[in-house]
């Protein structure tokens, strides 16, 4: 969680002081990170760039983002 979200997003699930980062595990979350846009890929490539658009409009009202 350090690694992908940082030191507060892990302090707001619960993970307190000492937030030590694994060095060794760096490569695998890289990794894993790497897998998941893979397999991702495909459900993002069937939209138009419309539908795209919109989606990640409606994402970022239900994030709280502010849209460009």
Do not use: C, K
Not at 5 to 17: I, K, M, S
Not at 38 to 55: G, H, N, W
Request: glycine share 6%; proline share 10%.
């Amino acid at each position: 969680m350090v690694i992908n979200l940082g030191v507060g997003q892990a302090a707001h699930y619960g993970r307190h002081e000492p937030h030590p980062v694994a060095e060794d595990l760096i490569p695998r979350w890289r990794r894993a990170e790497q897998l998941t846009d893979e397999l991702q890929a495909p459900l993002y490539a069937a939209p138009t760039d419309r539908q795209r658009t919109e989606f990640a409009r409606l994402v970022d009202a239900l994030t709280g983002s502010p849209t460009p």
